[in-house]
């Protein structure tokens, strides 16, 4: 696969935003790059690496969402966090939730047209925005290397 745009692969064109002008873009073509439960875990990582940045709540969803992607079959994990959420959501970890039960028919998220990767976009930038500034693009670097790495064993 070629990115349309500069004929480049998918992970070089990801490292080459990653250098632009807008390094964030790196994650939400990351986001879009991954395979949906791919993403959603990365996003889980990604926010778990700021723990200390996050609320109580935040560490109680994404201890929701460590159990349903390590166990997407099970029923008891998709209503834990389906009751959970609140929405819109307004936290980083609330977005990483919400991606993590988008095919939920009782949420309705897939009418929206947008994809899980929407939310996991939302929720790694939230979470990037509560790193200081001094270091934001180390903590951004780390975020799309990991997921170039979840790409390469995805592939």
């Given amino acids: ?39 959603v875990w990365w996003g889980h990582e990604c926010l778990s690496n700021l723990a200390e940045l996050l609320a109580d709540r935040d560490l109680e969803l994404l201890a929701l969402v460590h159990d349903r992607v390590g166990e997407p079959d099970n029923p008891h994990h998709q209503a834990a966090l389906s009751n959970s959420l609140d929405l819109p959501p307004s936290t ?51 975020f799309v290397e990991m997921g170039i790495q979840m790409a390469e064993m995805e592939a």
């Fill in 92 to 142: 980083p970890a609330a977005w990483i939730a919400l991606a993590a039960v988008w095919r939920d028919p009782t949420l309705d998220m897939v009418s929206t047209g947008f994809p899980a990767a929407h939310a996991v976009n939302a929720g790694i930038l939230a979470g990037l925005a509560r790193a200081s500034l001094a270091d934001r693009f180390s903590v951004l670097s780390a």
């Fill in 1 to 39: 696969m070629k990115s349309l745009a500069t004929g480049q692969p998918p992970l070089d064109f990801c490292r080459a935003l990653l250098a632009g002008r807008v390094p964030e873009e790196a994650v939400t073509f990351c986001a879009y790059l991954l395979p949906e439960r791919a993403a």
